[in-house]
């Protein structure tokens, strides 16, 4: 269904909506949303949205979402999300999170780093309980 906006449009989506915004289209979502926003673009997802933003395009995810931002681009990545950004790309992906930056106010807890290096350069991992950075010399 469609509700306000202007040029929004659905094909082959099963009890999924676009709410306002402009030049929204969707073609394939069951159980998904494009909630305001310009020029967004949900195809063949399973409950997915695209919250705001302009020109995000959301491909092929199941339960994933792009949140604001611009050009962003998240396929084939389920139980993932876009906050934010421009021309972001998250693709072939699982249980992800992808923003440009990243403030943190107070704590910060990271859970189950790797007790050795992970030969992953930028990597993080836990060193005898200091934080370390893998730089894998190659």
Do not use: C, H, R
């Not at 923003?99 to 859970?111: A, F, H, P, S, Y």
């Amino acid at each position: 269904s469609i509700i306000g906006g202007e040029y929004n449009s659905t094909y082959f989506s099963y009890l999924s909506s676009i709410l306002g915004g402009q030049s929204n289209d969707m073609i394939g979502g069951e159980y998904s949303l494009i909630l305001g926003g310009i020029n967004n673009n949900i195809e063949n997802v399973y409950s997915s949205a695209i919250i705001g933003g302009n020109g995000n395009t959301s491909s092929s995810n199941d339960i994933s979402a792009i949140i604001g931002g611009v050009g962003n681009t998240l396929s084939n990545s389920d139980t993932s999300v876009i906050i934010g950004g421009q021309n972001l790309t998250l693709s072939n992906a699982t249980d992800t999170l992808l923003v440009q930056d990243l403030k943190v106010n107070n704590d910060l807890t990271i859970l189950s780093l790797p007790t050795s290096d992970p030969l992953v350069s930028g990597q993080l991992w836990n060193s005898g309980g200091f934080l370390a950075i893998s730089n894998p010399i190659i």
